[in-house]
């Protein structure tokens, strides 16, 4: 039998995610609330160590709105790491805002604190201070937010978390999502859970989550007939998807357990190829492992990022280049960013392996096997 496709970061659900979806579907709770969606959001908001949890339709609504509770409004600036998916600069758009761009630290591949100091000093010595500063938990490691939340209270800037990538991570034993007015998660097919798609809101400010209860599900009054004071969204999760997530969240510990078990043994397998280096963990807290990342020197090693990449396509394994940073992107080219070097250099050389939960000692074997190939390639 032929080997099957191994994927980057595939859904890894099975019976219990089964059995508590057909329980909602069986018990008539369809539509957006339910029970489930009241106890998932409970569940996360407890991991969390928040007091709030909004469920919500995806990871880019509950950033659209925790931007909403910052005051963002159109012609302000909000400081964002150029090293993240679209979708955090997207949300500030969507706000007729405009994202500045700020570079990584080689360290840990977040955003650089100094660099987000230097531009909250020197904007708000201007009388233009930013209204928010969105830090991003990069492939489930925590960002450095002794730095962070310092200079954001020093200048009075509200500090969003984007730990989209980061559920289960901790910076300090304090869990990520609980940084700053507000954090987000995740829960798209390819996170660390899933719940076939949707997000989350969590806060410890009471007005933040009421707020966006209320704008997540239309702005409408509480009153007998539908009357709305604010443009609202259709933003909330359904009670079925929050069937999933429930049951994802029971196995959140095995799945990260996988996931560095996968790391550490690329870490060995690979780890004496030269050229190869993989991304620091930073010890200041622990990720989730949600993907293992590398860069790839062509020079010691031989042969390009690029080459590996078309190497495991041709033996049915996707792996990925590392983001793309949105200072690069045609759409945010007229952009202000500062600095850019680290995080172009991490696009550049940077390679995301298969790290799903379920991937098993065989896949592993398979995708360091090509690899390693590779490398033979060149020296013979």
């Known amino acids: 039998m032929p080997d099957t496709r191994i994927y980057l970061s595939p859904p890894d659900v099975g019976d219990l995610e089964r059995k508590l979806l057909l329980e ?10 339910g029970p489930d969606l009241d106890a998932f959001e409970a569940q996360v908001a407890e991991l969390v160590g928040v007091r709030h949890a909004v469920a919500l339709s995806s990871g880019t609504a509950a950033l659209h709105l925790a931007l909403v509770a910052a005051g963002v409004r159109t012609g302000d600036t909000v400081l964002v790491p150029s090293f993240t ?21 080689p360290e840990s591949w977040n955003v650089d604190p100094a660099l987000v100091t230097e531009e909250l000093r020197r904007r708000c010595a201007k ?5 928010a500063v969105i830090a991003v938990d990069m492939y489930g490691q925590c960002a450095d937010y002794g730095p962070l939340l310092d200079a954001c ?9 984007d730990a989209a990538e980061a559920l289960g991570a ?13 954090g987000i998660l995740s829960f798209n097919g390819n996170k660390i859970i899933t719940t076939g798609g949707g997000g989350m809101l969590v806060t410890d400010d009471d007005r933040t989550a009421a707020r966006t209860r209320h704008l997540a599900t239309q702005a409408r009054e509480p009153l007998p007939y539908y009357e709305h004071r604010a443009v609202g969204y259709n933003y ?37 190829l030269p ?24 020079e010691r090693f031989g042969a390009s990022r690029d080459r590996i990449l078309d190497r495991l396509a041709a033996h049915d394994i996707e792996a990925r280049p590392t983001w793309k940073p949105m200072h690069l992107q045609p ?13 172009a250099g991490l696009f550049r050389r940077g390679l995301c392996l298969p790290s799903g939960s379920a991937l098993t000692e065989h896949d592993r074997e398979r995708v360091v096997d090509v690899i390693r190939a590779v490398a033979a390639e060149q020296e013979g």
């Open 153 to 161: 209270d020093r200048y009075g800037v509200a500090l969003i978390e």
């Open 275 to 298: 050229g190869l280096s993989f991304m620091p963990i930073a010890g200041y807290g622990e990720s989730n492992w949600w993907l293992t990342c590398l860069l790839v020197d062509p």
């Open 170 to 182: 901790s910076y300090h034993d304090r869990p990520a999502g609980s940084f700053g007015l507000a």
């Open 331 to 343: 759409v945010f080219s007229d952009c202000v960013t500062r600095g850019g070097e680290v995080c």
């Open 127 to 131: 009388g233009k201070p930013p209204r």
């Open 85 to 105: 998916f679209a979708a955090t600069a997207n949300a500030v758009m969507y706000l007729g805002a405009r994202p500045v761009f700020l570079d990584s630290t």
């Open 236 to 272: 909330r999760l359904s009670n079925l998807l929050a069937a999933v997530g429930r049951g994802q969240l029971q196995r959140l510990d095995a799945m990260i357990a996988a996931r560095r078990e996968t790391g550490r043994y690329y870490r060995a397998a690979l780890g004496d």
């Open 24 to 33: 909602a579907f069986d018990s008539n709770w369809v539509a957006p609330v």
